[in-house]
């Protein structure tokens, strides 16, 4: 494979083989797996199977009742919690296609959730099937597979709208045709937003209903963090070749506790409140810092992962608001990190940075 | 069969439908509880109506009502529901664990040591709901054993959050401890969480099968460690079965179901008689009802017997049929009362959610866990503090029980009884003026009762505003006793069983609830006043907390001046200040942080605000006496002054400050001076900047000479053509000094340094004002 990024089914095509061949729970119809093996396929299962989403048992259930009794699912959080990642695997596991999908954006058309023309064919033989060009939502409905769409909270207001009637009724009208089309049993829609960001569009309350939401949260614990962003940092170094370097777990933790400290407002060990800064501090902007911090010290450095390495990423990631954030991070270096044993390099390296 | 056992799990719904059914069946002619056999006599009240669950049996040693101990009653405890019946059909009831009396006795020597300890833990059964959270790490162990359920309700069952320990608070985790008894059965069986196993095996199944709990039971307990106090309290209950045996034929014991094997042993006699031996001493104890709320029920930390869903246990118990929509329509009830709009069909989703949640998990109903999932995925559309509301109001519950009155009194009424007499203070009707002398023991404890009860709601007395002559050792009181007082003491008897200790609690409470700093520091002046040492730590963590919220550097440093004045001169009521000192250097290291970005683009108002923000501070900061701190602080200043953007009004008040503490040699100040005065400054600025230099008007510089030759030798510096422009900021400054201060400055001015004498001009109105004082404090008359 020489893709980049290959599509999830394609890149654990064995586990979910291999799932598949054992699995003798009852299945949805439409589905590949049953909802049981959908969910060891996300949270693996210590052996064979991977784990994909690290975190709350839970949540993965209820993403998959609700796709198992035939209701969208919206998966919700803030930016860097997995949103997409969870859809991706969720509809390769389901409907072994991850690649129905829409992104949405303030520029997103309804032709991208409902259908567009062949403009060429419409003049030349007139409104015909051939010449619909049926979005990903309606190949979806016509497989019974999984649609996915991205930033759902992107796509103006009115394109919104678009989806009610494919999630309530199930079925396209297509009046230019005077037909419809309708969704084959397994069809489904994910869609994810992001519940930080300003200025959105907000779903109309009619659409909301008839999404079951989860809310993907940030790692829960200090331990699962540390595997989420080691797991995911080995992946990366891997995919991009990175000359190899020693992963200073020490270092991870340190980027990783900064990250908890700040998004929680208070330290690990509770005892010191703080302010947030204004970005998200997500883990997968913890994973970018040690990924960069890894790429600085395996090019310019001499490939040990330092507390230089990963201070002007994190002060990067952390001052999103020049004036606010710069009070909110001197304040936790001189407060917090200053009087931490054994961080003495790390805040020379952070002051400076 | 003569007698039956009812195993049964504290406070289980499901366990308390078996047992109804059990009995309903069996008839028995007497019934015994686990509980406390000093409080048979209240029994009688469960058949007045008035008497409401949640409602707890609350007993206390007569002579030491700090020693304290719960037993509470849900309508869906298994206990309660027994006890019902019986008073219904007319059979009687006996608790027969071991006497409560006991306990507090037997245990007595192993709890010396830990007397030091005992207010905190004793006085939180209630105040813990309210401070759990910041209270755990050091209560958790003392905190559950005094909870006891209805007989230790699911602590017999649960030995590791258990009663056993009675109201003492005992070392946290005794080795000897048995393992969880329904964590390893429901382990056994596949369950990560034993509550879970429990609803699913007994709350679930319409007939729980008591034989099978109790074979289960008997083989946990043989593969655990006893604890020494459980198997005294069986061959307690062992002993009152024989009695009961020689008496009654049909028998029914409700106990929990950790017991059941023990009871039905064979044990002898003499076995019991001896291991009750060594606890015969008997203190007195008293017994009481008080109300009880399921909010508490849910909140004993570290307590096994507390469920954390009696809402929805409340809701088992009392529904029969469609358990999962009609939780799910209260669900969207709560919603809609809040005003967010949910719809019959969001309830539908929901419920098909839920029951599919249940087929994945493979349970054959659906649970809380379940109903909870899906209410947060449908009803509240992802939005965690809906899901709050709905956990507060439904899983938990907001049920208030009720007590009728003639219900023996509370301990908290008791104990504030001793300290009146201990105060030499009595309760009237009418008013008083009470005239207090903080130098002297009683009245200092009495000022101390008087504060704890303004904690409480209890405004017994009302401080009067000090007359003219008094001192700072001088209180007065205005006393008046009112008849509401005695049910807001039964109110606030939820919070502790002392007076002290319901204050701490409540005090803690509201520091927790707290959202703004000065609410927080006015809170810590009670804790002074009131002499609540206990509940400085949670004040001081939320002063802590509320100042790393607040964005306002000015809330901050109003904050520091009256810490400081605390931490310098401690205060008259012999207060120990040492943790205040920790706070007021965490607050002065946020200070210096956010103080340079809060100090630019300010408006005149907030920059005169600020400038006499920054005077406190210095002044606080001198009051420390520290010099590591004093040194920050004045690095900070230092590198204020040297932006550009700064207010006039400030850039000249610091550079007044640091010239004062040295920092900046007179020369560098005229330098300053100068320029600021220049050109190439806004008129305005320039004005600004030179009143904040000479803050403090003109009589600094009547007295400070090398000011004032700072002030005049830069003025003699400057060009002739210059100084008509400079005149009109100098006369903005100088305009508003008094007459006699200007007069005093050009006198010292014209005679130079030799004409000091001279200059003391007598402004005799002035004078006049400070000749009452001087009279009083000489002792006599000066005209």
Known sequence: MTALRPHAEEFYAEELAALAADDDRPRPPGWRLSPQAVVTYLLGDGGKITPKYVGSRRLMEVAVATLATDRALLLLGVPGTAKTWVSEHLAAAISGDSTLLVQGTAGTPEEAIRYGWNYARLLAEGPSPAALVPSPVLRAMETGAIARVEELTRVPSDVQDALITILSEKTLPVPELNTEVQAQRGFNVIATANDRDRGVNELSSALRRRFNTVVLPVPATFDEEIDIVTRRVAQLGRSLDLPETTTALDEIRRVVTVFRELRDGQTDDARTKLKSPTGTMSTAEAISVVTNGMALAAHFGDGVLRAGDVASGIVGAVIKDPVSDRVVWREYLETVVRERPGWADFYRAARDA | MPERYYGIRHHGPGSARAVLRALEEQRPDILLVEGPPEADDLIAWAADDRLQPPVALLGYAADNPRRAAFWPFAVFSPEWQAIKWAVANGVPVRFFDLPFAHRLTSRKPTTNDHTPAEVPTLDSPAGREPAAPEAKPDRAGGDGSETNGPGGPAADSDPDGLDDDGPMPGPPAPELRPVDPIGELAAAAGYDDPERWWEDVVEHRQAPAFEAIEEAMTEVRAGALEDPYDLVREAHMRTVLRQVRRTHNEIAVVCGAWHVPALRAKVTAAHDAALLKGGKRRGKVRFTWVPWTYGRLASWQGYGAGVDSPGWYHHLFTTTDEVVPRWLVGAAGVLRDEGVDTSPAHVIEATRLAEALATMRGRP?????????????????????????????????????????????????????????????????????????????????????????????????????????????????????????????????????????????????????????????????????????????????????????????????????????????????????????????????????????????????????????????????????????????????????TRDDLHGLLAGRLTRLLHDAGRLSTRDAGLRLGRALTAGVPAATGAAWVEGFLAGGGLLLMHDDSLLSLVDDWLAAIPADAFTEVLPLLRRTFGTFATGERRGIGERVAGGGATRTATAVLDHDTAALSLPTLSALLGRRIE
Not at chain 2, 485 to 500: D, K, Q
């Open chain 2, 365 to 641: 109903l659906a649970g809380l866990a379940e109903v909870t999932d899906a209410s947060g995925a449908v009803l509240c559309e992802g939005d965690d503090l809906r899901l709050q509301l709905i956990g507060r109001k439904l899983v938990v519950g907001e049920r208030l029980g009720e007590v009728p009155e003639g219900v023996p009194t509370v301990p908290l009424a008791r104990d504030l009884e001793a300290r009146q007499r201990a105060a030499r203070l009595k309760p009237s009707a009418l008013d008083r003026a009470l005239d207090l002398d903080l130098r002297k023991d009683t009245d200092l404890a009495r000022s101390h009762l008087l504060h704890q009860l303004r904690c409480l709601d209890v405004p017994w007395g009302e401080p009067e505003e000090r007359r003219g002559s008094t001192g700072t050792f001088r209180e007065e009181w205005a006393l008046r006793w009112q008849p509401e007082f005695s049910i807001r003491l039964v109110e606030a008897s939820g919070y502790g069983t002392t007076v002290v200790g319901a204050a701490t609690a409540q005090v803690s409470a509201a520091a927790a609830k707290a959202t703004t700093l000065a609410e927080v520091t006015a809170l810590l002046e009670t804790c002074l006043l009131a002499d609540l040492p206990l509940a400085r730590p949670a004040v001081l963590r939320a002063l802590d907390a509320r100042a790393a919220e607040d964005a306002d550097v000015t809330h901050l440093m109003a904050a520091i001046p009256a810490l400081a004045r605390t931490v310098r001169y401690g205060d008259v009521r012999r207060s120990d200040v040492a943790a205040v000192a920790a706070v007021v250097k965490g607050l002065l290291a946020r200070v210096y942080a956010a103080l340079p970005p809060a100090a630019s683009g300010l408006s005149d108002e907030a920059a005169a605000g600020l400038r006499d923000h920054i005077d406190a501070v210095h002044t606080a900061v001198a009051l420390l006496g520290d010099d590591a701190e004093r040194t920050r602080w004045l690095d900070t200043l230092t590198a204020l002054t």
